[in-house]
C-alpha cells in the first residue's frame, strides 16, 4: 500500500511539471528605460549560481521580480539596474553604486540613498530550476511567478501580482495591485493557495473540466464566474465558499476595493 501511494505522488508530481512550461528565454531589456525626466542609466546584469532549492528575493526600495522555471538545474540572475540624477554622469556614478547580491540563496539589491534629484531601482528576472521554494519582496514594483512547485511566498506594496501554472503550497499578498492567477492541469498539485489583495481585483484563469474548492472574499466588490458553482450561504454575499468540478485543495483568495472573476482559459 505504501509503494501505491508513492507511485500515485509520484505520477501526481510528473503531470505537474508536464503542465509547465520550460521557459529559456530572455525578456528584460533596457529599452523603454527612464521614465523620470531626469538623466538617466541603464544597464543589464547577469550572473549564474548553483542552485540550493530554496531562493529569496528583495528587489529593493523601487523595483519588481520575474521569477520564471526551466529545466537547467542553475539559476540565472539577470538585474536591470536603472539610475538617474541631475547629469548623465551623476546616473552612471549612482549605478555604479549599486550592488546586487545573489549568494546563498539570496537575490538582493542594495545601494547609496537617494540624494539631490538622484536615485536607483533594479528590476530582477530570474531563472530557476521547475522544483524550487520560493520568498520575494517587492515595493514599487510587481511580481510575476511562472512555472515552479515548492512553497512559495511573496509581499508586494504598489505592484500586481501574476502566478502562472504553480504547484505547491502558495500564500502572499499585495497593496495596491490586482491578482491574476493562472491554473493549468486537471486540479491543485499540492496544498493550497491562499493569496490576498488590498485596492485591486482578482482575476483566476481555469481549465475546463478543472476540479478545485474555493473561498472568496471581497469587501467592495463582486465574484463573476464563467464556471456553474456549488455555492453555499446567499448569492450575494461577500464571502462565498464553494466548489468547481469535485473540488479539491484550497484557493483562498481576499480582496478588498475589488471583485474576483473566475474565467475560462
Given at each position: 500500500m505504501k509503494t501505491l501511494r508513492v507511485v500515485a505522488s509520484l505520477a501526481l508530481a510528473a503531470a505537474a511539471f508536464g503542465q509547465m512550461q520550460d521557459n529559456q528565454e530572455k525578456?528584460?531589456?533596457?529599452?523603454?528605460?527612464?521614465?523620470?525626466?531626469?538623466?538617466?542609466?541603464?544597464?543589464?546584469r547577469e550572473q549564474s549560481v548553483a542552485a540550493?532549492?530554496?531562493?529569496?528575493?528583495?528587489?529593493?526600495?523601487?523595483?519588481?521580480?520575474?521569477?520564471?522555471?526551466?529545466?537547467?538545474n542553475e539559476v540565472l540572475v539577470r538585474a536591470r539596474v536603472e539610475?538617474?540624477?541631475?547629469?548623465?554622469?551623476?546616473?552612471?556614478?549612482?549605478?555604479?553604486?549599486?550592488?546586487?547580491?545573489?549568494?546563498?540563496?539570496?537575490?538582493?539589491?542594495?545601494?547609496?540613498?537617494s540624494l539631490n534629484n538622484t536615485g536607483w531601482s533594479v528590476s530582477f528576472e530570474i531563472f530557476v530550476p521547475q522544483a524550487t521554494s520560493l520568498t520575494a519582496k517587492?515595493?514599487?514594483?510587481?511580481?510575476?511567478?511562472?512555472?515552479?512547485?515548492?512553497?512559495?511566498?511573496?509581499?508586494?506594496?504598489?505592484g500586481g501580482i501574476h502566478l502562472n501554472r504553480l504547484a505547491g503550497e502558495v500564500t502572499g499578498s499585495t497593496v495596491n495591485g490586482g491578482v491574476n492567477i493562472e491554473l493549468a492541469?486537471?486540479?491543485?498539485?499540492?496544498?493550497?493557495?491562499?493569496?490576498?489583495?488590498?485596492?485591486?481585483?482578482?482575476n483566476i484563469s481555469i481549465p475546463r473540466n478543472y476540479s478545485a474548492h474555493f473561498q472568496t472574499e471581497t469587501v467592495n466588490g463582486s465574484l463573476k464566474s464563467e464556471f456553474p458553482i456549488n455555492q453555499q450561504g446567499e448569492a450575494r454575499s461577500r464571502n462565498q465558499d464553494f466548489s468547481v468540478g469535485a473540488g479539491g485543495p484550497l484557493i483562498h483568495v481576499t480582496t478588498t476595493n475589488g471583485g474576483v472573476k473566475l474565467k475560462r482559459a
Open positions: 525578456q528584460m531589456t533596457c529599452r523603454n528605460n527612464g521614465s523620470n525626466d531626469r538623466p538617466g542609466y541603464c544597464e543589464i540550493v532549492g530554496v531562493l529569496n528575493v528583495d528587489a529593493g526600495p523601487n523595483g519588481g521580480a520575474t521569477v520564471n522555471g526551466w529545466s537547467r539610475s538617474w540624477g541631475n547629469s548623465d554622469t551623476d546616473a552612471r556614478v549612482m549605478a555604479s553604486q549599486v550592488y546586487i547580491d545573489a549568494s546563498g540563496g539570496h537575490v538582493q539589491a542594495s545601494g547609496p540613498a517587492t515595493v514599487n514594483g510587481g511580481i510575476t511567478i511562472s512555472d515552479i512547485r515548492g512553497n512559495l511566498s511573496f509581499e508586494a506594496t504598489n492541469g486537471a486540479t491543485w498539485d499540492g496544498t493550497r493557495v491562499q493569496v490576498a489583495t488590498r485596492n485591486g481585483s482578482v
